[in-house]
Every structure is written in C-alpha cells, then in structure tokens.
C-alpha cells in the first residue's frame, strides 16, 4: 500500500477484556515499531521488529502486552485482560530499515477506549 | 527527568509573524535529532534529521537547526497552513528507540 495502515481506528472494549490491534507496514519496510500516545503528548516507544524478530520491548508497560511480526511483514499488538489506563492512541510506524538515519512512517493509529 | 524537552508548549502567531520552536535534550552520544509535523487526527509526518551540531536543513518556509544541547525550528513568514503540533525526537545511541518530547503546538492565525 501507499502507507502504513492500520485497524480498527476505533475500538472500545469494556474492562478485562483482550484487544488486538493491527499494523500493516509500507511494502519491504524492514523494521516495524509500536508507540503509544496520550492526548497531548509524543509517542512513546513500545516495541520493534527487523523482520519478524522482536529486537527491543523494553516499552511494553507490563506482561498484558504482547507483540508479534511472524510473517515479517503485518503485526499484532496484543492486550489482554484491558484496564482503563490502557484507554489511548496505539500508533504504529515502519522504516526501511532501522538505521539511525531512517525516517520512521507512521499509521493514522488505533484509538483504544477500555470502559 | 525528560530527556527531550519542547518549549513552547504552545504558540501563536499571526500569518507572516517568524519565530521558532526549541528542543533541548539532556543525554549526551546523540545519534540523531527528528523534527516531525502532527496534524490533528493523524499520525506524525517526518520532516528532517539532524545528526551533528551546526547543521541545518530547510524545507519551505521551515529551517531546523542543531547545536549541541538544542535544535531550533524556525518558521519564517508562516501561513495558516502551517499550523500544526511539531514533535522533535532523539536518539541517543546504537539502536535505541526514538524518544520524543510532548511538541509544540503552533496555531497560525490569519
């Protein structure tokens, strides 16, 4: 596709339920990353991917999240048993390669609401 | 501690009023230096890297600066148009992950 994309824009789960949400990145982009931003803020790093390998989640706020790239191309951020705080905007971008001077293309993003 | 710092937090300006926005960040060992533009609504859309101090880059109306603790993005003769939340972002050594500040919110008024 032209750009990253992403789906569902919009979901709302109630509390202690699991959510996935899905990234599919720009056509032969290597490495794959997952932010999460609140209102108001930047993104803040979760987790990335060379390919289908994890290389850092030092991000992951906690063992509810998960994240998978098995093909090398689409990815999973999973969360189960959702608590309130999850409620944010689940970015995810893509760059060729994660070299430093690669610039990172980022999805419209998965807005996340837990009742 | 935040590592990236954006100030203002937001600005106002009125069409063809220049100014500029600063990112200073406190960690030395930086790799890279990214300005990004933030539509409403939307996902970040990357505007320039900077990689050492006393480079710049310029992009129409739009120049970023580095210097070693800072950048600066200067907005000369801004429009309506311009208006937007600019993210700047770090990275800082190796293959560490961006670390972004909070932005600026920039509203151009015409």
């Known amino acids: 596709g032209a750009g990253v994309s992403q789906s569902p824009r919009y979901k709302v789960t109630k509390r202690g339920q699991d959510v996935a949400l899905r990234c599919d990145p720009i056509s032969g982009h290597v490495s794959l990353y997952w932010y999460r931003q609140a209102l108001g803020q930047g993104p803040e790093f979760l987790t990335y991917f060379n390919y289908e390998a994890q290389q850092d989640k030092s991000g992951l706020p906690n063992d509810r999240f998960s994240a998978e790239r098995p093909e090398g191309s689409i990815s999973t951020l999973t969360i189960q048993r959702t608590e309130q705080r999850d409620s944010a905007m689940y970015r995810c971008?893509?760059?060729?390669?994660?070299?430093?001077?690669?610039?990172?293309?980022f999805g419209p993003g998965t807005r996340l609401t837990v009742l | 501690e935040d590592q990236v710092t954006q100030s203002p937090e937001a600005l106002r300006l009125q069409e063809g009023e220049s100014s500029s926005l600063n990112c200073s960040y406190t960690?030395?060992?930086?790799?890279?230096l990214f300005w990004y533009r933030q539509d409403p609504g939307k996902g970040p859309e990357f505007l320039f890297t900077?990689?050492?101090a006393g480079e710049e880059k310029e992009k129409e109306r739009l120049k970023a600066t580095l210097t070693k603790k800072e950048s600066f993005l200067h907005i000369t003769a801004p429009k309506p148009e311009d208006s937007a939340t600019y993210l700047c972002?770090?990275?800082?050594?190796?293959?560490?992950?961006?670390?972004f500040g909070k932005g600026t919110r920039l509203s151009v008024i015409a």
């Open positions: 971008a893509s760059s060729q390669l994660n070299r430093v001077s690669d610039e990172q293309f």
């Open positions: 960690v030395s060992g930086l790799r890279g």
């Open positions: 972002a770090v990275r800082f050594s190796g293959n560490t992950p961006l670390v």
């Open positions: 900077l990689y050492s």
